[in-house]
């Protein structure tokens, strides 16, 4: 069955570096046809989608997080991780990871995890 | 504040049809990026809606549709369900903020 799980820390502490790993069950994330990545929802708020990887090695960040966010790939365990460094309370949220599939003209997030809550407090 | 603009909320009674807004602008829908719809339950993971504007995943009941014109996009849901209690997020993508951006949420309740 085709699962997306994330992992990591439910509490950070502010100016650490928030690390978290999705690992991917039921399909490869080296077979092409998709991006994978991470959005985020802050308590009784919208969505915010911070990051892509294509297995390739091509990354998209959300410019607003840009200088804080590294994405990245280990094929070899079928997982992606995030890292967010200098991590204040406002990144305190739900976050999800994605698959991220190539419909032809566009892209759309056809698959997600069930997100882990992440708090940024001392 | 979000890129992309939707009312915070809309009701109707059961068997009706309500309609949900998505305003974006010439940077993103308006310039002709596809619209995406997503769909959220309480505590629950998005699951993708509608994508490329107006096509239904597999097993999304045709009582929901989407379409796009000029820089708005809509979502339709047809014979109100209150399992269609939820909230609702339009997506696109901007190339003035080179990225995915994603409207407010609405709030669907069945009266």
């Known amino acids: 069955q085709l699962q997306l799980q994330e992992s990591g820390p439910g509490l950070v502490t502010p100016s650490e570096t928030l690390s978290l790993t999705c690992t991917v069950s039921g399909d490869s994330v080296s077979d092409g046809s998709s991006n994978w990545g991470w959005i985020r929802q802050p308590p009784g708020k919208g969505l915010e989608w911070i990051a892509s990887?294509?297995?390739?090695?091509?990354?998209w960040y959300n410019p607003s997080l840009k200088s804080r966010v590294t994405i990245s790939m280990d094929t070899s365990k079928n997982h992606f991780s995030l890292q967010l460094s200098s991590v204040t309370a406002a990144d305190t949220a739900l976050y999800f990871c994605?698959?991220?599939?190539?419909?032809?003209?566009?892209?759309?997030?056809?698959?997600w995890g069930l997100g882990t809550r992440v708090t940024v407090s001392s | 504040q979000s890129v992309l603009t939707q009312p915070p909320s809309v009701s109707g009674a059961p068997g009706q049809r309500v309609t949900i807004s998505c305003t974006g602008t010439g940077s993103n829908i308006g310039t002709g990026y596809d619209v995406h719809w997503y769909q959220q339950f309480s505590g629950a993971a998005p699951k993708l809606l509608i994508h490329?504007?107006?096509i239904r995943p597999a097993g999304i009941p045709d009582r929901f549709s989407g379409s796009k014109s000029g820089t708005a996009a809509t979502l339709a849901i047809t014979g109100l369900q209150a399992d269609d209690e939820a909230d609702y997020y339009c997506?696109?993508?901007?190339?003035?903020?080179?990225?995915?951006?994603f409207g407010s949420g609405t709030t669907v309740t069945v009266l």
């Open positions: 990887v294509h297995y390739r090695g091509s990354t």
């Open positions: 994605t698959r991220e599939r190539d419909f032809g003209d566009y892209e759309a997030f056809d698959l």
């Open positions: 997506q696109s993508y901007d190339n003035r903020l080179s990225g995915y951006v």
């Open positions: 490329g504007n107006n």
